[in-house]
């Protein structure tokens, strides 16, 4: 919306970063809303079983989706234990599946499998052609690859995978959710080994991305798909643009990137950006990276508990909206220290922390 193999026992401090800030940075510190809100300070999702938390991603290749995916690969809080593409995802499944291996093969996890689901889902709409221009350079400066897509249809490679894994996964979902919802209804038994879906979709009291609508690009793209995965009973945290509105992409991030340690994954995602500068022109925000931020560590936002639904047809289409009979689900509405968010993110793919600037307002 990528890399030298980082140690698994980095110690990042949040604090760190503060000292390294210009002398003017300052704290964008969202207030508390009328409703009932919690800081999630420092807890995981898994906080009761010891050892890295199991996660299956949903995701579809763009800057801000591998950026997430190169967090979760770095963190060793957090095992990948699948990849699932979805067709209907800005990267498809062939640039997807070229992309993804290619990063595995970065952290030597080319054991992690890797599927997609060809079929189109009934309904699912098409992204602007504007958004897909230089999508295939994604895989510049990427490592050669031998792994291969799995030999199971991604709906199944999320069944199995969450199966095996020995203890609740957490699905990590940051595109159109077709494939998350074809797994839940062609696997009822999923439901009772997910701990958690993290979702990046939607907009509830801010304005949507999608031209002429209040919806989100991720949930508009596939509304159907959206609305069972919100019904389906498994407790979901979602990250919508309230949250992500709070981490727009600063003017100091290239420089930052630039004169980090430069891991493998730093490396990448510098020349990412200098391939895609729009990344870095005021129009980005940490979409899917805030998301992958709080896989193991929700205390870098504030939730508040809603009842929700995705809306379907009419003009509310792929809208999500608070409703009495809705779903009860987490939803980030606030990013207290933009900066501990910068710093988590950026200094778990370097290594080591990394020298911001001052803080972006939102």
Not at 271 to 287: D, E, Q
Not at 303 to 325: Q, S
Request: charged letters at 20%.
């Amino acid at each position: 919306m990528n890399r030298i193999r980082l140690s698994a026992s980095i110690c990042l401090s949040l604090s760190l970063v503060l000292a390294a800030c210009s002398s003017n940075a300052e704290t964008v510190v969202t207030g508390e809303s009328t409703s009932t809100t919690k800081a999630m300070a420092g807890t995981t999702l898994a906080a009761d079983i010891t050892g890295p938390t199991p996660v299956i991603v949903d995701y579809s290749p763009t800057v801000s989706d591998v950026g997430g995916l190169l967090y979760l690969l770095s963190n060793p809080e957090v095992e990948v234990i699948a990849v699932s593409l979805p067709v209907t995802g800005e990267a498809g499944c062939e640039l997807g599946l070229e992309v993804t291996l290619g990063i595995l093969a970065m952290f030597d996890q080319g054991h992690v499998p890797v599927a997609c689901d060809p079929d189109v889902a009934a309904g699912a709409r098409a992204w602007p052609a504007a958004f897909l221009e230089g999508q295939e350079n994604l895989s510049f400066g990427l490592p050669e690859f031998d792994g291969t897509e799995a030999d199971l249809t991604a709906p199944d490679l999320i069944a199995e995978a969450a199966a095996d894994a020995g203890r609740p996964v957490v699905i990590w979902a940051v595109a159109p959710l077709t494939n998350v919802a074809r797994a839940l209804d062609r696997h009822p038994d999923l439901v009772g080994d997910l701990e958690r879906i993290v979702i990046m979709g939607g907009a509830i009291d801010v304005p949507g991305n999608v031209e002429g609508t209040d919806a989100e690009w991720n949930l508009w793209v596939d509304v159907s798909a959206a609305a069972d995965v919100l019904e389906s009973g498994v407790p979901i945290t979602l990250v919508p643009l309230d949250a992500t509105d709070q981490v727009p992409v600063p003017a100091w991030y290239r420089r930052a990137i630039e004169e980090a340690e430069q891991s493998e994954a730093i490396a990448y995602l510098s020349s990412l950006v200098r391939i895609f500068p729009s990344v870095s022109s005021g129009f980005y925000y940490f979409w899917d990276e805030l998301a992958a931020t709080i896989v193991a560590d929700a205390g870098l936002v504030i939730t508040e508990e809603m009842n929700v639904v995705v809306a379907e047809g009419a003009a509310d289409d792929g809208r999500t909206v608070r409703a009495g009979d809705g779903n009860p689900v987490d939803v980030a509405v606030g990013v207290p220290d933009p900066n501990a968010f910068y710093a988590e993110f950026l200094g778990r793919l370097a290594g080591s922390p990394v020298t911001l600037g001052a803080t972006a307002t939102p």
